[in-house]
């Protein structure tokens, strides 16, 4: 199995950045795509960007193309989602996954953190 743990969310002004870290254990999760999700109060869970843990190919919602960029450490076990140009419709809790294919459905997805939480004041 794979087991998730994001870190990094917090209060953030609009126009500002964060860095969201998810570390990652298990048995085989680098043949594994990783994946960021987001999921704001009232809404559906919504992909975000995804990685290939090798190989290194990415997938970037629209909405946030161009300004969040998905990144791994193999060193450290660890995939990145850092944040520029936030806004306040990007708050929400923001969840790390791990599936067998790069896929934007959540559904698609096996492993899950516990979630951080990003809010974007105006």
Known sequence: QVQLVESGGGL???????R???AASGRTFSSYTMGWF??????EREFVAAIRWSGGTTYD??????RFTISRDY????????????????TAVYFCAAGR???VTPERYEYWGQGTQVTVSS
Do not use: I
């Open 12 to 18: 953030v002004q609009a126009g500002g950045s964060l």
């Open 20 to 22: 969201l870290s998810c």
């Open 38 to 43: 987001r999921q704001a109060p009232g809404k």
């Open 61 to 66: 919602a629209d909405s946030v193309k161009g």
């Open 75 to 90: 060193a450290k076990n660890t995939v990145y989602l850092q944040m520029n140009s936030l806004k306040p419709e990007d």
């Open 101 to 103: 294919v790069l896929v």
